[in-house]
């Protein structure tokens, strides 16, 4: 059984992260395949090209206090870790602007690694703490994954897919999507946040009783 599930999703978003892995878990304990699409979400649209510090930022935007941003920190490791993601933050750490990444993975994507490519870097900016809004990060990203670093520097540094990432943003804001991780299941059924693997079980056990093999 195969079911199409989009996610659309941010790459410095640690519950997205959490959430395709606790999906993965399910699918596998389920025996189910899944045919995962991704797409683009900016959680800082805005955000300045040098960055800001991670703590600072949070507290700036959602009022997380210290205390708050380190518990958090640590239940996100120890989730990661029993999903066999590594989370290493750092007091240093930076959130970044991802639109340059998000262009990285609509090309990766008409070679056939848009998977591959979004989950190395959710690796890059949370267990390596790599500058995303790098050209030369994202190009190091692209040739680990055997694709053309030449041809990655010149899209992003002209541009070329902005437009197009930039659409794909607004048709998924204009359907509701405010927040991620946003997964929507044989393109009909929303569930948003990271549900754990018992729900995403249950989920998928339910639309393979109900979807056409």
Known sequence: MT???????????PWCVIGYLQLAKAAAETGTDLEVHWHPFELNPQMAPEGENLREHLAAKYGTTPEDSRAAR????????????????????????TFRAHQLIDWAEDQGKAHEMKRALFAAFFTRREDLNDVSVLADVAESLGLDRVAAVAMLEGGERADAVREKQQFWTSKGITGVPAMIFERQYLVTGAQGEETYARILMELSETTPA
């Open 3 to 13: 079911l199409r599930v989009d996610i659309v999703s941010d790459v410095v978003c």
């Open 74 to 97: 640590l239940r996100l490791t120890e989730l990661g870790a029993a999903l066999g993601f590594a989370f290493d933050y750092a007091d240093d750490m930076r959130m970044v602007n």
